[in-house]
């Protein structure tokens, strides 16, 4: 316990440096004072002095951190409106998000772009590539643009927030260009191309969304996962599952421990299982909360090799010490306080919640069924309330939010996340050495990633979900933490249960019978579900602005039609509509190759296997380029659009091509009397051709191209086609005002369909009849 105290000095010393914001030279007085009453006294004046020289320790180690942004670094080139070349090195994994790719350059070089020689520069820059670039730890860049101070939002120092990493200073629309590779530290550089090998071993394994909750479970990859997914967890107050927590930390280490423990002797084993974590920390990240949990695994495994058992607090406080040596700042990172926070709270409360649930259930049946009913609950419902119970005050004070579900949703999906890990991580590690064996157990994996998602997103769809709160200031927070720990040091029971917590490793929960039967049967309903129906489903699909559409055939083959601009939004629609077991697309067509209509396809290009291309319109900018180097490199066979061509989709169903031009080209979905026209890349001339189609008259569903813009979509042209339904596939707030005002009168008194307000939409078929489904309104047949 002393040196949690000590520990918790330091962490106010470093507060306190900051609060006063002296030099370094001010705190050696104090440190003097500090370490003669620590030598002189005895007692517990002794152990005063003690804590009084962490704080100074921590307060000069705050002063200490501070960097020297002299005139050799990149900062003092911030917002000078100048474009720079900066050349440097990339010291950290590519963050790779739906626009952009995020990369840390330690900066080398750095003249303007008007001047012919450069001069040395120091100082880590956060450089925003092109998505479709391909860059790894240890590519030398040089990278053109403008250097900017990084934004300090409404609610949120993005600033600060890439201060306390060394960054301060953002290019966010570079030119990059690769000068070499190999240019950082052999280890790193191995430790990272791992990571990366399991990133995409995960994307070819296990469809979206499950993909991306898996890359952020297991390796610390989140940028994936789609907004509205990422809200349904925080609405949830489950984000914790995602992120790479102790739970992670020691179930690998009680697995590596388990596997070389009997092979290597206990101490070995141990010994293997410290170097695991230390090598899953760094490649997952290495973010705060993974920092806190590996040292705190560390520990554990440390004091098994000396025979000795470890104090939870004691580990903690040398926990939460040795990473603010590493870096004072991380005090302020927000992850770093709630997995602080978290684990103060299951250490102070687990136990004695479970004994009071033991003490209340002991009055209505035998206190050994108690006891053995304690651990289940405990694992999956109480200690999600000792958590709750530290973070709660810091919770409201960033985010401004209540969970009203959680107490619910956490132990509804707490029960799945060991197989989850367990299962998902021998699926990617087989996977990396052999992928049909990984496929093999990544089908046994699934079920629990799966459920995971749809239950979380249930709860986040419950009426009040969640409660959003007014401003909570810092001192509520401190007299919610006052109030609190108040209560824990009067309590008796708490306080003689300090010294007898212990870190423990968690056993799992089902047996493996049961977690076969479990898994057979979900896998069993999902292929039986997934079997073709005969009939023909045309999905819009739900992807922002940009048409993206699915078409099943009556025989169960698939074709993709446009991209859209988002490929996180893509490859989630297409991971929730592919059967589990096809995950691959029959035809992939590029009916139009503007930016919006194909950036959404880098993503699926990259995921999933493709059978042939159709392309039309002529080349379009970086995306096109990315799609077609992938479709290449992948050996897919890729034809020209041509009006008159078509696809025999097999069961009665045919997709032909009306016409073709320089921006796309015009699709008729045929399936007996059913007729689906969809356009992406239509011009004004183009519609003027179909208008004079005859044939075309009276279709049973017209997706409007452009969103609905005015100027491809004369009423003139929609008088003629007369559609039964119209659908539309606009972006969520839909900053372009679509459709246009004259295309929405003439839509009055309609049947339109549209994504921004009903999500996807699904046209299905017999031939004779259609049924309308929506993801936000309720189906209805149309004859």
């Keep these: ?18 609060a006063l914001g002296l030099p370094a030279w001010a705190w050696l007085p104090p440190l003097a004072l500090g370490g003669a009453a620590t030598y002189l006294l005895a007692g517990r004046l002794r152990w005063l002095g003690a804590a009084w020289l962490m704080v100074g320790l921590g307060a000069l180690r705050f002063a200490l951190a501070q960097p020297a942004l002299d005139a050799s670094h990149l900062s003092t080139h911030n917002n000078s409106g100048e474009l720079v070349v900066l050349t440097g090195v990339v010291v950290d994994f590519p963050d790779v998000r739906d626009s952009y790719t995020g990369l840390r350059v330690r900066a080398e070089s750095l003249r303007r772009l008007t001047d012919p020689v450069s001069v040395p520069a120091e100082g880590v820059a956060l450089v925003r590539a092109s998505r479709y ?23 949120f120092s993005y600033r600060e927030y890439l201060a306390r990493q060394g960054v301060y200073s953002l290019m966010s629309r570079a030119e990059v260009t690769r000068m070499a590779a190999g240019q950082a530290g052999p280890l790193l550089r191995a430790v990272f191309a791992l990571r990366q090998r399991g990133l995409r071993v995960v994307h070819a394994l296990f469809p979206e969304p499950e993909a991306s909750l898996l890359a952020g479970i297991l390796l610390g990859v989140e940028s994936g996962i789609h907004p509205e997914l990422r809200q349904a967890f925080n609405d949830t107050s489950t984000t914790h599952i995602i992120a790479i927590s102790g739970f992670n930390i020691t179930l690998l280490a009680g697995l590596v421990v388990s596997l070389f423990g009997r092979w290597l002797g206990p101490r070995r084993g141990a010994m293997v299982a410290g170097l695991a974590i230390g090598v899953y920390a760094v490649m997952v990240g290495g973010d705060p909360a993974v920092i806190r949990a ?23 406080g040398a926990a939460a010490l040795a990473m603010t040596v590493l870096n004072p700042l991380i005090l302020w990172d927000v ?32 206190p050994r069924r108690a006891e053995r009913l304690a651990r289940p609950v405990s694992e999956f419902a109480l200690f999600t309330l000792a958590a709750q119970a530290t973070t709660l005050p810091l919770t409201a004070y960033y985010f401004k939010r209540l969970s009203l579900v959680s107490l619910i949703a956490n132990p ?15 699926a990617v590690l087989l996977g990396m050495l052999w992928q049909p064996l990984g496929q093999v157990v990544a089908w046994l994996a699934w079920p629990f990633p799966a459920f995971t998602i749809r239950a979380v997103e249930f709860f986040a769809e419950l009426p009040a979900a969640s409660l959003a709160l007014p401003s909570v200031g810092l001192p509520v927070v401190i007299l919610g933490y006052g109030l609190l720990f108040g209560l824990t040091l009067t309590s008796r029971s708490l306080r003689e249960r300090l010294g007898a917590l212990r870190l423990r490793l968690p056993r ?32 819009l699909l739900d992807v922002g602005a940009g048409e993206a559409a699915l078409i099943q055939s009556p025989t169960g083959r698939f074709v993709l039609v446009g991209g859209g601009p988002s490929p996180i939004a893509l490859s989630e629609a297409l991971g929730r509509r592919l059967p589990l077991f096809h995950r691959q697309l029959d035809w992939l067509v590029l009916a139009g190759s503007r930016e919006e209509q194909v950036a959404g396809l880098v993503g699926v290009v990259e995921r999933y296997p493709i059978g042939q291309a159709w392309i039309a319109g002529a080349a379009g900018g970086a995306a096109y380029r990315r799609v077609m180097e992938e479709l290449n490199a992948a050996s897919v066979p890729i034809h020209e659009v041509q009006p008159g061509a078509g696809l025999d989709l097999g069961g009665g169903a045919r997709l032909q091509v009306l016409a073709s031009g320089e921006h796309g080209a015009a699709l008729l979905l045929t399936h007996g009397r059913e007729r689906v026209l969809l356009a992406p890349g239509a011009d004004p001339a183009m519609v003027e051709g179909l208008a004079q189609d005859a044939e075309l008259a009276g279709l049973t569903a017209l997706l409007l191209p452009d969103g609905g813009y005015a100027a491809v979509n004369p009423t003139a042209w929609l008088q003629r086609l007369a559609p039964g339904l119209v659908l539309i596939s606009v972006a969520a707030g839909n900053d372009r005002g679509l459709p246009s005002p004259e295309v929405v009168s003439w839509l009055q008194g309609r049947g339109v369909l549209r994504t921004d307000r009903d999500g996807w939409i699904e046209l299905i078929s017999d031939g004779q009849h259609l049924w309308v489904q929506a993801e936000r309104a309720p189906s209805s047949p149309t004859p």
């Design 294 to 316: 590996a040292l705190m695994g560390g520990l554990a495994l440390t004091a098994r090799l000396l025979g000795r058992q470890t104090h939870a607090m004691a580990s903690l």
């Design 1 to 18: 316990m002393r040196l949690f105290w000590l520990s918790l000095g330091w962490l106010a010393g470093i507060a306190l440096g900051r």
């Design 412 to 426: 509804a999906i707490l029960p799945a996340q060991p197989a989850l890990m367990v299962l998902g991580g021998l």
């Design 335 to 366: 992850g770093f306080q709630l997995s602080f926070a978290a684990t103060l709270g299951l250490v102070l409360y687990a136990d004695p919640i479970t004994h009071r649930f033991v003490g209340l259930a002991s009055r209505w049946m035998d």
């Design 508 to 539: 799992p929960a089902l047996t493996a019978v049961l977690l076969a039967l479990g898994v057979g049967t979900g896998l069993t309903w999902q292929q039986l579900a997934d079997r073709p129906d005969g009939r023909s489903h045309f999905t």
């Design 133 to 155: 670039q391909d860059f790894a730890y240890g590519d030398r860049v040089r990278a053109t643009g403008r250097l900017e101070t990084p934004p300090v939002f409404e609610d």
